[in-house]
């Protein structure tokens, strides 16, 4: 274990060398960040002048070296819209972004499991059918269509629930905001948590599924019949045990892939949080702001993906974590 995870962490360094470089290398893309700063009333000599004291004039390899050291210390620059350290911005949003991704993953792991598993067990079931078509119709509509029409339905319609907002929030562990402590956070939670599931679900209902019901094929699961062990110790030891890994690897990219998709979410609800923060940084060209974004979402690929091959190995101890025999 701890050879892999040495040989985890200078993988690690690699990418996130690999991300900043090319997080960096954009910004000068998106536009001028003067032009957001000062305006446009401002002559082109001080426009100049300032661009020298930034360092924004200085050759790209210049630039990035001078950003990797501030890195190294935390420093990944200052907003030029907050006129505060981008990472302590992006730490401020945080909350709110966590917040929602573990609400819509307690709707992926209580709906995804047992729908999956039924109709695997049962996959000639009119339930089991009605689930596999609407799984189809929920990966084929995209995360903004489905909060429209959620907030179209519940709080323009029927008016059960906000449709935008964070609502009410509890301060715990210090200085860590959440909504997850009070019901009108939960409520204005609700909406945005399903939209943000629904990108999700319906993948991992026919994942689970189709993992499942070529488990339960197999010879193993046959000779646990023969002896005559009990229906549920089959299903959920044998079978579902062994379902998992797959589901493990796929679920650890995708739990990045739902931050991501915060972005959409975030701005449909007008939810306070990194998404919403990043588009808004784009707006405004606050290149430290959106590079630091970039880099902070890349360090959560990287850990995700380390600790789904921790999990890897606790689940399956046959799996080699360092890939010797």
Do not use: C
């Not at 001028?32 to 200085?58: F, H, I, K, T």
């Not at 000639?124 to 119709?137: Q, T």
């Not at 909406?191 to 999700?200: F, R, T």
């Amino acid at each position: 274990m701890f050879a892999f995870l040495v040989r985890r962490l200078g993988q690690a360094v690699v990418v996130m060398l690999v991300i900043s470089a090319l997080s960096f290398s954009i910004q000068d893309e998106l536009g001028d960040p003067l032009r957001e700063l000062v305006g446009q009333s401002v002559s082109e000599a001080v426009r100049n002048e300032l661009r020298e004291e930034m360092g924004l004039n200085d050759p790209f390899l210049v630039q990035y070296w001078r950003f990797l050291k501030n890195a190294v210390r935390g420093d990944l620059g200052t907003s030029y819209f907050f006129k505060r350290p981008a990472l302590e911005v992006i730490m401020d949003k945080l909350p709110a972004t966590i917040d929602l991704v573990v609400a819509a993953t307690f709707w992926i792991l209580a709906f995804s499991i047992p729908v999956g598993v039924f109709a695997a067990i049962r996959p000639n079931h009119l339930f089991s059918k009605l689930a596999m078509g609407f799984s189809i119709v929920g990966i084929s509509i995209p995360v903004f269509l489905t909060a429209i029409f959620l907030i179209y339905l519940f709080a323009v319609e029927l008016g059960w629930l906000p449709s935008y907002g964070r609502g009410d929030t509890l301060i715990i562990f210090g200085d860590w905001e959440t909504s997850l402590m009070t019901i009108d956070g939960l409520t204005h939670l609700l909406l945005p948590s399903i939209s943000l599931a629904s990108v999700i679900l319906p993948l991992f209902v026919r994942m689970i599924r189709s993992e499942m019901m070529e488990v339960l094929e197999s010879e193993y699961v046959k000779f646990a019949w023969a002896k005559g062990l009990k229906k549920r110790r089959i299903w959920m030891l044998h079978a579902f045990k062994n379902t998992l890994l797959p589901v493990i690897t796929v679920g650890g990219v995708q739990l990045g892939v739902m931050v991501a998709y915060t972005i959409l979410t975030e701005t449909v609800f007008q939810w306070p949080g990194m998404g919403f923060m990043f588009l808004e940084a784009i707006n405004r060209v606050d290149t430290p702001l959106i590079v630091a974004y970039l880099i902070v979402v890349g360090l959560i690929f990287v850990i995700t993906n380390t600790v789904v091959d921790i999990i890897y190995g606790l689940v399956n101890p046959t799996v080699k974590l360092i890939g010797q025999q």
